[in-house]
């Protein structure tokens, strides 16, 4: 389950649009942590991160008559609307970056089967978090996409205008490359 799946009831988001600042603030608080740690594994820096945690609580600010919700049992949860705001934000910073050249190279289409859970150092968030920021953005990006907020292939090509299979190396490459990271700091523990 995505951290950002926090139910937002309809008066709160109905306050929101009228203008009140206080309303406001409460969703900014109850999404401020999910959008900084989205935006810190795809930006690599606080930084960064807290641009992207700034712009995308803008966009929403002004954006929220644009977003008609799921009044009637269908359509997105605000929280995937918001969501999505963020993964575009960072990900538009990665591009104005032009830190792709250096991604890992994209290998064959014989990958190593993504279903295979994460080292088990990846429990201690700290070592994971050091490992992580090793990685090139755009390989960071896709493992942060698919593991932690459960993008797929198709859909993570499509946000980074990338091919499916550049998504599928990423992942299959970062993930052997983390497991290396992680491996001395598993020894020592």
């Known amino acids: 389950m995505s951290s950002f799946a926090i139910d937002v009831p309809e008066a709160l988001l109905a306050r929101v649009r009228a203008g009140d600042g206080a309303a406001f603030e409460q969703i900014y608080r109850c999404f401020e942590r999910p959008v900084f740690t989205l935006a810190i594994r795809i930006a690599g820096d606080r930084d960064g991160a807290t641009d992207v945690l700034q712009e995308t609580m803008l966009k929403v600010f002004t954006r929220i008559g644009d977003f008609r919700g799921h009044r009637d049992g ?11 705001i963020a993964v575009n934000e960072a990900l538009m910073r990665l591009r104005s970056q032009r830190r792709h050249e250096h991604a890992l190279e994209p290998e064959d289409e014989h990958l190593v089967d993504e279903r295979i859970p994460p080292p088990p150092a990846a429990a201690d968030a700290a070592a994971l978090g050091r490992a992580l920021a090793q990685l090139p953005a755009p390989t960071r990006s896709v493992l942060w996409l698919y593991h932690a907020e459960g993008y797929t292939h198709e859909e993570i090509a499509a946000l980074m205008q990338r ?17 290396q990271l992680l491996e001395p700091e598993q020894a020592h523990a």
């Open 163 to 179: 091919s499916t299979s550049f998504s599928k190396s990423q992942l299959a490459r970062g993930g052997r490359r983390l497991r």
């Open 74 to 84: 269908s359509g997105t949860p605000f929280w995937g609307w918001l969501r999505q």
